[in-house]
């Protein structure tokens, strides 16, 4: 069993940056083997991919967050981080931490396994 916790969720006023952590725990988890996304949702709305990142680091964004958002890993503490610049109005979510079934980045949901519980990020003017 893998537990994920995100944090550093908050209210932020537009153009201002927050960083999301996500503690990764379970006796046999490691992300030197799985991949790591983020996620998001709003209310009445499917979860959308945000980021992710695989075991070897490679990196892939949504569109609508490319050079604004960085995903990372610190593998030696089994973290995961999500640095966002630039917020917008558009990116207030409750964001999500996820591994992967496997070590490669997809974004689908569907090929995660384990989640955290969310953070809220509210973006006002």
């Known amino acids: 069993q893998v537990q994920l916790v995100e944090s550093g969720g908050g209210l932020v006023q537009a153009g201002g940056s927050l960083r999301l952590s996500c503690a990764a725990s379970?006796?046999?988890?490691?992300?030197?083997?799985?991949?790591m996304g983020w996620f998001r949702q709003t209310p009445g709305k499917e979860r959308e991919f945000v980021a992710g990142i695989s075991w070897r680091s490679n990196t892939n964004y949504a569109d609508f967050v490319k050079g604004r958002f960085t995903i990372s890993l610190d593998n030696t503490k089994n973290m995961g981080y999500l640095q966002m610049n630039n917020l917008k109005l558009e990116d207030t979510a409750v964001y999500y931490c996820?591994?992967?079934?496997?070590?490669?980045?997809?974004?689908?949901?569907?090929?995660?396994?384990?989640w955290g519980q969310g953070t809220q990020v509210t973006v006002s003017l």
């Open positions: 996820a591994t992967a079934r496997r070590g490669a980045v997809v974004a689908s949901a569907d090929e995660y396994a384990y």
């Open positions: 379970g006796r046999t988890f490691t992300f030197n083997l799985y991949a």
